[in-house]
């Protein structure tokens, strides 16, 4: 299901961006459809691919308490940013049916952060929410993206330690990629090698890097 569709964020890589301005479902349209699915199957698992389903504190807040009124019975699945969740909102999340969060720490380093506009969430808020959403038995699912052009061997060795270390139930791994019509597109354009638009899937090499 899509609660709401597009980012606010500024990301250079990521083809969220072109799917225009962020907007969002009413709390009511989203519990109608949650609530049209439970007729048809007993206790579905939904997963909502808004790149920030946490974006509005208080509609998600909102949509927990019409969830509870309802008397709805599912699971769910939800992307967002760390920094958008706090131990409160997961308290609330978790009841109303959060099995498993969904977010990007794309690389350690601070200053590759930076240079592709992404804004970074404190390492120490990282660990809090893992360990809270780990208390409510809620998974959690790290991304990681390798490839950046300030990447080396030590660099990519460093995300991988650290990803280790933040103890996420799971970790994603995937290549930079230049997709069409994002802003990373037009700076890498000059190095691009793959022409074959399929394989431009996250796992492939698609531009010359120094690595």
């Known amino acids: 299901m899509l609660a709401s569709r597009g980012c606010t964020e500024y990301c250079t890589y990521c083809p969220h961006r072109l799917l225009g301005t962020y907007r969002a479902r009413s709390v009511s349209n989203i519990v109608d459809e949650v609530e049209q699915l439970c007729g048809y199957v007993s206790r579905p698992h939904i997963t909502f691919r808004d790149p920030l389903f946490t974006r509005t504190r208080d509609r998600v807040l909102e949509l ?24 409160k909102l997961l308290d609330k999340l978790a009841p ?10 794309e690389t350690a380093d601070g200053a590759t952060l930076k240079s592709v506009g992404r804004r970074a969430t404190p390492e120490a808020h990282q660990r809090e929410i893992i360990n809270h ?20 061997w030590n660099s990519i060795a460093a995300t991988i330690d650290y990803a280790i270390d933040l103890k996420t139930r799971f970790a994603q791994f995937k290549l930079l990629t230049p997709y069409p019509g994002t802003p990373l ?26 690595i």
């Open 64 to 87: 927990c308490d019409e969830i509870a009124a309802r008397g709805l019975r599912f699971t769910f699945d939800i992307e967002t940013r760390l920094d958008q969740l706090d131990l």
């Open 96 to 105: 109303a049916g959060l099995k498993a969060i969904g977010f990007g720490v």
């Open 133 to 152: 959403a780990g208390k409510l038995n809620v998974t959690s699912v790290a991304f990681y993206v390798l490839g950046f052009l300030e990447d080396d």
């Open 185 to 210: 597109f037009k700076q890498l354009e000059p190095l691009i090698a793959e022409k074959d638009w399929e394989k431009f899937d996250s796992f492939t090499p698609t531009f010359s890097t120094r």
